[in-house]
């Protein structure tokens, strides 16, 4: 790898078609096994996330008993049938809530529970002491390098949020003054969808890129040159617009 200044072309439509082919993966697992020597290297990108004052509060989890992931997969069944019961008055998206596959626990290869340790080198650490959730952040920093890395190395990751943190705790004996930030499903796939599935069932769109952008202050979202950035995207060689 080069450390030069400037990523070479191939460097940066690596990294660009790492970005953009990344997707949510809840399904297209194919049960092949991870070797470890691949897992080491993703949990090394994460590992060299960005943390608030260098505080690297993170620890991963890793989850392949298939007793373990049952435990685990009740605890989805149950959240999952809670959220559905939220949207009763809406009984459209109700329906379409119940159709979608939302995880991957039992198919993929290892789950990873990636948690925060605000005691890792504390109680002072510089940059957290005005905004206390940098220091998970900076644990979602280091799960989207893992995701990105992941990616490189042809495997999917599916993050499963519809679980209780509790069962969490209790079924992998994780300590009160430890938070679980993530439950990600890992494996090889057969297939990395263009767009996320939550797009392609009709669930919701992505966001066009001008209405997110402000201009010095909140209230000003005219872009000057929005026509140019709008022709840069299509320009693009990924579908960074999809
Ligand atoms: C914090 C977080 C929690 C998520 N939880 C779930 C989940 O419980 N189940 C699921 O199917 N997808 C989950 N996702 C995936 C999102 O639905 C997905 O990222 C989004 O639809 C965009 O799709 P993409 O990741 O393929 O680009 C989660 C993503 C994030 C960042």
């Known amino acids: 790898m080069s450390t030069d200044l400037d990523f070479t072309i191939t460097e940066k439509e690596g990294l660009y078609k790492a970005v953009f082919s990344r997707r949510?993966?809840?399904?297209?697992?194919?049960?092949?096994?991870?070797?470890?020597?691949?897992?080491?290297k993703i949990l090394n990108a994460a590992h060299h996330a960005p943390s608030v004052g260098f505080s690297q509060p993170w620890d991963f989890i890793l989850i392949k008993k298939k007793d373990t992931k049952i435990k685990v997969k009740n605890s989805f069944i149950d959240e999952r049938e809670r959220s559905i019961s939220l949207l009763d008055n809406d009984l459209?998206?109700?329906?379409?809530?119940?159709?979608?596959?939302?995880?991957?626990?039992?198919?993929?290869?290892?789950?990873?529970?990636?948690?925060?340790?605000?005691?890792?080198f504390g109680p002072?650490?510089?940059?957290?002491?005005?905004?206390?959730?940098?220091?998970?952040?900076?644990v979602c920093c280091a799960i989207q390098n893992l995701w990105l890395a992941a990616r490189a190395e042809g495997i999917g990751v599916g993050w499963v949020s519809i679980l209780s943190i509790e069962d969490l705790r209790k079924i992998l004996g994780i300590p009160n003054h430890v938070k679980p930030i993530a439950y990600l499903c890992l494996g090889y796939v057969n297939k990395f969808e263009d767009r996320p599935d939550l797009e392609r069932v009709g669930w919701l769109r992505r966001t066009i890129l001008s209405k997110v952008i402000h201009s010095?202050?909140?209230?000003?979202?005219?872009?000057?040159?929005?026509?140019?950035?709008?022709?840069?995207?299509k320009d693009l060689d990924y579908r960074s617009n999809g």
């Open 216 to 233: 010095e202050d909140w209230n000003n979202t005219k872009l000057n040159n929005w026509n140019d950035t709008n022709k840069i995207i």
């Open 124 to 138: 002072f650490i510089l940059g957290r002491t005005s905004i206390p959730e940098t220091g998970e952040y900076s």
């Open 24 to 40: 949510d993966i809840r399904s297209h697992f194919i049960g092949k096994k991870i070797p470890d020597n691949v897992l080491v």
């Open 92 to 120: 459209d998206r109700q329906d379409k809530y119940t159709k979608l596959k939302l995880e991957g626990i039992l198919e993929s290869d290892i789950n990873i529970c990636v948690t925060y340790n605000p005691e890792r």
